[in-house]
């Protein structure tokens, strides 16, 4: 079993790299690690450079864990000022079962890098450059330029951001024998498994709630009233609830895109699949429901968490759109328990990295140092 501590392989390259980056008279810019030969416990310097992000960015690999610290310049009021950023790579190639050895150390390796003033979590490098990280840092400084564009609506979600909202079910069952509620992680990281039973009795439970319906109400009262769910979709959800199953996600979409007619499983995650395959089951022209699980470290511990996502295609008439809120109640039920919620219409929304973030925001474990 890993342990949550860390060796450093040559402990004088890295803290020297380090410091030398903090050293506004050093060249050095930038000092990345990473893990040994794939060892959990054991990192090394790979790389330094005094060539920016661009340069630093070159060096982030898609199937390593990595971890970097790059020393910018900003002005604030008419003053140069040096800020330090953190960045962690989660490379999109890293294996769920990896991902959740090495998410076990991170806290001990991000450690070495403080204090730092904004961070990054990404899943490629093309998720970063210049412009980006100076925003970032302006936007801790309180300098962003925060001007809107013309036809800026308020309430209107922006580009590249996903709406904010945790669902708790105080009816339901918790995922993973926790309480969705943020100040009750203790309980999760005390047991992160629920029996093959536990899952059983409530995905049965959701899918029954019809039943539970007053003879007395007229069947056709509302749309949610009506809403099927095909079996097999009740059976990929059990899948995703599985920690013994290597299936992160399950996409649902209604049959031949008709809202009148049953929800569908679409497509459910191969072993090694992340969120970049999960979107591409996500069309302009359909409405789909997605079930994701996620690991979060907090103290050191891996806990399982789960993410809903409803997709609204851009394409989706306003009229379609109005008549599938009635539903929304009554999908939920089959997807509950989940820990964070997003809506979206737009795929550049939808990543392993903006899923994380959001988990790790709702529990506690994001570090928010600045």
Known sequence: MSSISVKLDNEAAIVGAIKNVRDDANPAQWCIIGHLNDDVNTVTLQATGNEGVDELKSK?????????????????????????????????????????????????????????????????????????????????????????????????????????????????????GASLSPGNDQQQRTSTSVSPTARTSTISKSANSSSATSPTKPQAATQSATLQIAPELVDAIRAVRDDKVECRWVVASYKDGDIAKPVSLTAKAAQGEGVDVLKTHFKPDAISYAYVKVIDVIEGIATIKFAF??????????MKKARIGVHQGAIKEYFNPFHVEIVSSELREISDNSINNKVSSFSGSKSFVR
Request: hydrophobic letters at 40%; glycine letters at 8%; aromatic letters at 10%.
């Open 60 to 176: 982030f690999a898609s199937n390593q864990v990595q971890y970097a610290l790059i020393r910018v310049t900003t002005t604030v009021d008419l003053s140069k000022v040096v800020r330090f950023v953190y960045i962690y790579n989660l490379g999109a190639d890293v294996s769920f079962v990896k991902r959740g050895r090495m998410g076990i150390v991170k806290g001990s390796v991000s450690k070495l890098f403080e204090p730092y003033h904004v961070d990054f979590e990404i899943n490629e490098a093309r998720e970063i450059s210049e412009n980006i990280v100076i925003e970032k840092v302006n936007q801790a400084a309180g300098v962003a330029n925060n001007v809107r564009e013309k036809n800026f609506v308020v309430g209107k979600q922006e580009r590249g951001f996903t709406g904010r909202s945790a669902h708790v079910s105080p009816t339901k069952p918790t995922a993973e």
């Open 309 to 318: 996502i409803t997709w609204i295609g851009p394409e989706v008439s306003v």
